[in-house]
């Protein structure tokens, strides 16, 4: 895979209307295939969970060295079957707090999770699922960045998707010191499928995580993000991270 990286990344280049990227190599997952049964609950405690790699501590947006480093770290894991990519987020948090319940609200109003998924990596028609700690879901699909003049269009909903929660501590309560809380989403293939056939067909896929957090009210918000883009600004589909499927 990695012998074929740099030629796939100056094709999507050209096909996202953008130069060739001059930030770091992108961080890489291999995500290994489900051997048991993933019970979507919040809870990281399946074999298949326990055996998945850990990635990298999410960095600051603009960069791994960039100064001041985020004050909590954030993890994901990835595996995936025949239906569904699953993702977990690993989130410490000494005070976990949730207030948003409706159905596409606008989740980064809270501390949030977010997937950034762009399946074929042509920078059109890609995918965004946010999740607070309450399990609250925004989902949408975007025609292109931002920077080209992109629209989103949130009635898009990720259909058969699951996704559950999990607090470790007390929610809203400031009073003690939380350890943090963890994401589980199952995301079904046949959901991301807009432009292409069968997003399980590619073996690699551009994809990106980011971690919304007012460390006070008013912000501004930091943005704590797996692979960082140099700038902020997530939708930069040619500067995300790489997802790798293992066979």
């Not at 894991?77 to 239906?83: I, S």
């Not at 409706?102 to 920078?123: L, Q, R, S, T």
């Not at 990106?208 to 912000?219: A, Y």
């Amino acid at each position: 895979m990695k012998r074929f990286l740099l030629p796939a990344l100056l094709l999507v280049a050209i096909a996202c209307g953008e130069k060739a990227p001059q930030t770091p190599q992108p961080r890489i997952y291999n995500a290994p295939k489900v051997s048991g049964i993933i019970l979507v609950d919040g809870i990281l405690d399946e074999p298949d969970w326990q055996n998945a790699p850990q990635s990298e501590a999410f960095a600051d947006i603009r960069g791994v060295d960039f100064e001041p480093r985020p004050t909590q770290e954030t993890f994901m894991k990835m595996l995936w079957d025949e239906e569904y990519l699953y993702i977990a987020g690993i989130i410490h948090e000494q005070n976990v707090t949730a207030s948003l319940t409706e159905h596409d609200a606008i989740i980064y109003k809270d501390n949030d999770f977010e997937i950034f998924i762009d399946p074929d990596g042509d920078c059109r028609n890609y995918f965004e699922i946010e999740t607070n700690a309450l399990g609250t879901v925004m989902d949408l699909l975007m025609d292109r960045p931002y920077s080209q003049d992109g629209h989103f269009f949130l009635p898009w909903d990720c259909r058969g998707l699951k996704l559950a929660t999990h607090v470790s501590g007390t929610l809203n309560d400031n009073s003690d010191t939380d350890k943090g809380w963890t994401v589980e989403v199952a995301i079904p293939f046949e959901a991301l499928t807009v432009d292409f056939k069968n997003p399980k067909e590619l073996q690699d896929w551009r994809i990106n995580f980011s971690r919304v957090e007012w460390l006070k009210p008013g912000g501004p918000e930091e943005n704590w993000v797996w692979n960082p883009t140099g700038v902020v600004d997530m939708h930069q589909p040619q500067s995300w991270g790489i997802l790798h499927f293992e066979q």
